[in-house]
């Protein structure tokens, strides 16, 4: 076990249990700009954490980023990137301008495994998981995809009702409380401006609406800033991405994360899909975490600073 | 731990619509228990799914049959899944 963050290897794949014990080191090594939040338990009992970034020494609910990574368990690169992004804001905070900049004004929210169940199934019995682990009635199917239980459009075309399928949409919308957990977290801070979840692979950066063909309300806005954030992506590593709507860009999704954001009034809801080499898939090799990370650093920064600059 | 031994990714391109069409009757083919990590969306855009050792064949000969171009994407999932383990097994001795 690395004896604290600045030993840990960002260069391989962790278990949860290192990525928990990696986030306590974070807290215990910055404990005045992180903090760990737990926002409920998954199906199999395990806890949900989110790490809060803040710089506020009030009780208060300042304007916020969320960013999640690995809500589809196999993505391992995500999960991985999300580590690397929790150590980068300690390091950047105080040295980068625009990032302290961000900090000095709102709060991020850091949630590094989203599916805790099915990230530890993907490390004890099947590498390939992608749903949660919930038992589904009438079926030994298991697992619902995280990514079509959200209450905007669900069940509807681009989600399936069949147990044991990959897009399997749930029993009902916020039936994985891996979704719920994020769904009454975001109603109760009430101030979420930016929200970004991220997947793996296919190099895509994605906005609302998945559902629908229907051009989001701020369509030309998330355009605009989707194509700064790509650029911004591909001038460290020369990684190209395609960015649009869901719905335009790959195909229809409904019950997705981000359509209920958008759904919710945050305006800035973008979801990435991180890099593939055209070879390896889910199966990204490790030496590519950093640089995957990096770069979907610079995309990120791009929108949090849009987000801290557009205020609304 | 699944095995997965013999699986394969094969990258499908479908040049038009009908094409898309027709991965997407594939898709629907449960007995071949695929696991499309890309699914089909655009004529242009290719297609990524993971083939059970027992499907190969099967797979194989639907998409020549139908005009659909292919290539291996991955010859051996496990091959890679080992190396995998084997990177972290290093890292953690």
Redesign the interface.
Known sequence: RAANTDTFNYETYHTLDEIYSFMDMLVAENPNLVSKIQIGKTYEGRPIFVLKFSTSTKEEKRPAIWIDTGIHSREWVTQASGTWFAKKITKDYKQDKTLTSILDNMDIFLEIVTNPDGYAFTHSKNRLWRKTRSRNDGTSCVGADPNRNWDAAFGKPGASGNPCTETYHGKAPNSESEVKSIVDFVQNHKNIKAFISIHSYSQLLLYPYGYTKDPAPDQQELDQLAKAAVDALSAVHGTKYKYGSIYTTIYQASGNTVDWTYGQGIKYSYTFELRDTGRYGFLLPAAQIVPTAEETWAALMTIMDHTHKHPY | ??D?VGHQ?LRILAADEAQVQTVKELEEL?HLQL????????PG?SI?V?VPFASVQAVKMFLESSGLSYSI??ED?QA??D??QE??FA?QA
């Open positions: 731990r699944e997965f990714v449960e696991d499309f990590w890309r699914g089909p969306a655009q855009s990524d993971r994407m991955i999932v890679l899944l190396e995998e990177q972290m890292f």
